[in-house]
T-cell receptor
Framework: QKEVEQNSGPLSVPEGAIASLNCTYSDRGSQSFFWYRQYSGKSPELIMF????GDKEDGRFTAQLNKASQYVSLLIRDSQPSDSATYLC????????????FGSGTQLTVLP | EPEVTQTPSHQVTQMGQEVILRCVPI?????FYWYRQILGQKVEFLVSFYNNEISEKSEIFDDQFSVERPDGSNFTLKIRSTKLEDSAMYFC?????????????????FGPGTRLTVL
C-alpha cells in the first residue's frame, strides 16, 4: 500500500516563529508533491507544489523535497494566528497520472 | 480569481436514494476530479475525468458511482443507491492539465464541497 504519512500533531508554535511540517512517502517513484491547507469544515486550499529535489520558496512558505530520504517538508516563516489550520501533504504516486494520495494532515496552532 | 463551485452545499438523503452532486470546474481546466473526506479521515481520491471519459478511478468508485459532464460547464457525481457509509464531504477539483512527462505537474484546485448526509 503506497502511503503518505504525516505527524498528526497538534503542533503549536508562537506567533512569529517558524513552523515546520513534515511528510514521508513510501512510493520511491512518486514525482510530485503538494501542500494544502485546510481550515476546519472547509476544503483543501493549495499552498504550493514541488517536484525537484531541494527547496522551493513562495512568500513565507518554503517546501523542501529530499527524494533519497522520501521526505517532504513545509516551513512557514513568521507564523501568524491565521495560519492555524490542518496542513495536508499529497503525492502523485508512480503509476498514476492524476490521482493525489493525501496524508492525514498535521494540525497547526499559532499562538498569539 | 476563478474558482470551482459546487452545489448543493449540504444534501440530506435517505439510504437507498439516488443523489447527484454538481460542480462547475474552473472554465479553462481540462481535468476534473471527485474526492471525498469522511469526517476526521483523510481526503480520498474517487475519480478523474478527461476528454469526456474516466481516466482513473479508485476502489471506492464502484458501480454505485458515476460521473458525467452533461454540458460545457457542469461536472456531476451520481450515487445510485446511497449507503450510510457514503456520508462524507465530497470535493470536486479541477486542473489545467499539462503535457505528459515525468516532471509534469498537476495543480488541483478544490471546490468548497458538498456535505452528504445519508440517514
Amino acid at each position: 500500500q503506497k502511503e503518505v504519512e504525516q505527524n498528526s500533531g497538534p503542533l503549536s508554535v508562537p506567533e512569529g516563529a517558524i513552523a515546520s511540517l513534515n511528510c514521508t512517502y513510501s512510493d520511491r517513484g512518486s514525482q510530485s508533491f503538494f501542500w494544502y491547507r485546510q481550515y476546519s469544515g472547509k476544503s483543501p486550499e493549495l499552498i504550493m507544489f514541488i517536484y525537484s529535489n531541494g527547496d522551493k520558496e513562495d512568500g513565507r512558505f518554503t517546501a523542501q523535497l529530499n527524494k533519497a530520504s522520501q521526505y517532504v517538508s513545509l516551513l512557514i516563516r513568521d507564523s501568524q494566528p491565521s495560519d492555524s489550520a490542518t496542513y495536508l501533504c499529497a503525492a502523485l504516486l508512480s503509476g498514476s497520472a492524476r490521482q493525489l494520495t493525501f496524508g492525514s494532515g498535521t494540525q497547526l496552532t499559532v499562538l498569539p | 480569481e476563478p474558482e470551482v463551485t459546487q452545489t448543493p452545499s449540504h444534501q440530506v438523503t435517505q439510504m437507498g436514494q439516488e443523489v447527484i452532486l454538481r460542480c462547475v470546474p474552473i472554465s479553462n481546466h481540462l481535468y476534473f476530479y471527485w474526492y471525498r473526506q469522511i469526517l476526521g479521515q483523510k481526503v480520498e481520491f474517487l475519480v478523474s475525468f478527461y476528454n469526456n471519459e474516466i481516466s482513473e478511478k479508485s476502489e471506492i468508485f464502484d458501480d454505485q458511482f458515476s460521473v458525467e459532464r452533461p454540458d460545457g460547464s457542469n461536472f456531476t457525481l451520481k450515487i445510485r443507491s446511497t449507503k450510510l457509509e457514503d456520508s462524507a464531504m465530497y470535493f470536486c477539483a479541477s486542473s489545467a492539465g499539462t503535457s505528459g512527462g515525468v516532471n509534469s505537474y498537476n495543480e488541483q484546485f478544490f471546490g468548497p464541497g458538498t456535505r452528504l448526509t445519508v440517514l
